[in-house]
């Protein structure tokens, strides 16, 4: 079992930048893709981004690319969205995942942090 906690969401103006990372524990985290998906009020959860288990790897989905960046930190088991450029769209809870696959679906995940909420003002 993995155990994920997300932490570094709040309010912000479009516009500006958020940190969110991911503190795993449980099974290694070095062998597991990782990966951020949100859902909006109302909305079906999305893709957002994923990272391979050697970080040579991201996918993102286009309506972020350039704007937000994932990235692991294995010697701390942690993984970070780094988010910049925030528009109101932006505005859901954040999840992290893991899974020993890389995937866009959602249900491909197996391990889910409890999320964090991310809201960003016009």
């Known amino acids: 079992q993995v155990q994920l906690v997300e932490s570094g969401g709040g309010l912000v103006q479009a516009g500006g930048s958020l940190r969110l990372s991911c503190a795993a524990s449980g099974r290694t985290f070095s062998r597991y893709a990782m990966g951020w998906l949100r859902q909006a009020p109302g909305k079906e959860r999305e893709f957002v981004a994923a990272?391979?288990?050697?970080?040579?790897?991201?996918d993102y989905v286009d309506s972020v690319k350039g704007r937000l960046t994932i990235s692991r930190d294995n010697a701390k088991n942690t993984v970070y969205l780094q988010m910049n450029s925030l528009k109101p769209e932006d505005t859901a809870v954040y999840y992290c995942a893991a899974d020993p696959a890389f995937t866009r679906v959602p249900r491909g995940w197996d391990y889910w942090g409890q999320g964090t909420q991310v809201t960003v003002s016009s």
């Open positions: 990272i391979s288990w050697s970080g040579g790897r991201t």
